[in-house]
């Protein structure tokens, strides 16, 4: 069963960073897709950042370029979002998943997500 855990989520002031952590299982981080959603209260699902294997190509929605950092580790299974310069409007919970390829993990439902990590920012 594939499952994504992701961690590193918490409470910071506008300005702050934060480095999330997606650990993944049952899949193997070997040419792949890997990326990051995030849902704020009140908005539509974001499709904050993915990453593609094959090249090392990223995406980044207009809202965070320049801001987060997507990377991943193939030999941990691990995938990780820096985000530094933290907005209010960052505020959300992220998640992660990956798959073999960018359209299949575009096609994921939210439930086949991870059980996502709160990110809070304050003004």
């Known amino acids: 069963e594939v499952q994504f855990v992701e961690s590193g989520g918490g409470s910071v002031q506008a300005g702050g960073s934060l480095r999330l952590s997606c650990a993944a299982s049952g899949f193997t981080l070997d040419a792949y897709a890997i990326g990051w959603f995030r849902h704020a209260r009140g908005k539509a699902r974001e499709a904050v950042s993915w990453?593609?294997?094959?090249?090392?190509?990223?995406y980044y929605s207009d809202s965070v370029k320049g801001r987060f950092t997507i990377s991943s580790d193939n030999a941990r299974n691990m995938g990780y979002l820096q985000m530094n310069s933290l907005k209010p409007e960052d505020t959300a919970t992220y998640y992660c998943?990956?798959?073999?390829?960018?359209?299949?993990?575009?096609?994921?439902?939210?439930?086949?997500w991870g059980q996502g990590t709160q990110v809070t920012v304050s003004s």
């Open positions: 990453l593609l294997s094959r090249d090392n190509s990223t």
């Open positions: 998943a990956a798959d073999q390829s960018l359209h299949n993990l575009m096609i994921r439902t939210p439930g086949s």
